[in-house]
């Protein structure tokens, strides 16, 4: 492992007030997103939406990183540059999901545990040789009656972690993304006390793992009241919640903290991620970035349809999105900016 280079690529990932774009949708998932807006549900819309969304003018400008699919990084671009080097050509970092999935978790109703590590240091290597330089692993939480259990936390904690160690022996830096889900009726208090113990758990097993931590990324949900919840506390209270969260169970050494969208309107997430920079400032340790999916590309994909007509449109709103993002990075995010 080289130390040195895993820290400057983890901090290039948060550096300028960029962020990530999260577009490793597994199959399954892109086509649930596409069946919502009525695009068929192929191999070749998969790559149309691909291509188009790398293909962006400008996205370097906002976007630091990119997660890639499996399916994507193996894959060449319509004029033959494969995608990985078209990323990086466009002076972006190539990055690569790498867990198989979450399944139930066994003794657990209700839960899940993420796998993939079986066979991940070759995976890795051969990633690490396709291009990619960061990678990242996803674990959900779900909040629920008597949710989540001790165990589910453990298990998805060490597996995070055994995930996070082996991407720090091949060269990747992790990123390590433990999601509190927004589904239920549970509030942001309940979300706020899941999500420090959840993230105390991780970073216990970071540690026994030896793990480095400027050599990592946190992917974290913010915290939010469940979609379902009668009260919706305001853009502020769920700033303030959520910095006071990360500050508690999060150690300043790391490379740094980029955010999921999780299903927030990519508005709210933009408000949100901005006010978490005006009420906090300089007193964050951390870079406090995005690494969004949704909140940057459900917006152009419901404009692209599937259509290539649309694509410059879509294009455009994707665009749109991620320079929001980086303006509330800076703290400059205003809401008429959404009317550009
Ligand atoms: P969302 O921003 O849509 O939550 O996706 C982030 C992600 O990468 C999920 O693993």
Redesign the pocket.
Same mark, same amino acid.
């Given at each position: 492992m080289n130390a040195q280079e895993l820290m400057d690529t983890a901090r290039t990932l948060v550096a300028d007030d960029k962020g990530l774009l999260?577009m490793?949708e597994s199959t399954p998932t892109c086509n649930k997103r596409f069946a919502g807006l009525g695009i068929p549900q192929t191999e070749k819309a998969r790559h149309a939406w691909r291509e188009l969304v790398v293909t962006t003018p400008g996205l370097g400008e906002c976007i630091s990183g990119v !997660?890639l699919y499996d399916e994507t990084i193996r894959r060449q671009m319509q004029e033959g540059t494969p995608f990985a080097g078209a990323i990086a050509d466009a002076g972006i970092i190539p990055g690569i #999901?790498v867990d198989t999935g979450a399944n139930d978790m066994a003794a657990h109703p209700g839960e899940k545990i993420t796998e993939g590590l079986d066979g991940l240091r070759d995976r890795l290597a051969e990633y690490f040789h396709l291009g990619a330089r960061f990678a #990242?692993w996803?674990a959900v939480i779900t909040v629920g009656d008597g949710l989540p259990s001790r165990a589910c936390a453990e298990a998805n904690a060490q597996s995070l972690a055994r995930f996070a160690a082996l991407c720090q022996e091949a060269g990747l830096v992790p990123v390590v %993304?433990p %999601?509190v889900l927004m589904d239920g009726r549970h509030t942001l208090k309940r979300c706020a006390e899941v999500t420090e113990e959840v993230l105390r758990t991780v970073f216990n097993h970071l540690y026994t793992q030896r793990v480095l931590l400027e050599g990592m990324i946190l #992917?974290p949900n913010m915290v939010l009241p469940g979609l379902t919840c009668p009260r919706q506390e305001t853009v502020d209270e769920v700033a303030d919640a959520t910095v006071r969260c990360l500050m508690r169970a999060v150690p300043a050494a790391i490379g740094g903290i980029a955010?999921?969208?999780?299903?927030q309107s990519a508005e709210l997430?933009s408000a949100r991620l901005q006010a978490m920079h005006v009420r906090f400032k300089s007193r964050l340790p951390w870079a406090l970035s995005f690494?969004?999916?949704?909140? !940057? /590309? /459900?917006p152009a994909m419901e404009i692209w349809q599937g259509e290539e007509v649309n694509v410059p449109a879509a294009q455009r709103a994707l665009y749109h999105r991620a320079m929001c993002n980086r303006a509330a990075r800076r703290g400059e995010y205003i809401s008429t900016m959404e009317r550009m």
């Open positions: 999260a490793d !997660i #999901k #990242k996803r %993304e %999601e #992917k955010f999921l969208s999780g299903g997430a690494s969004f999916a949704r909140a !940057i /590309q /459900q």
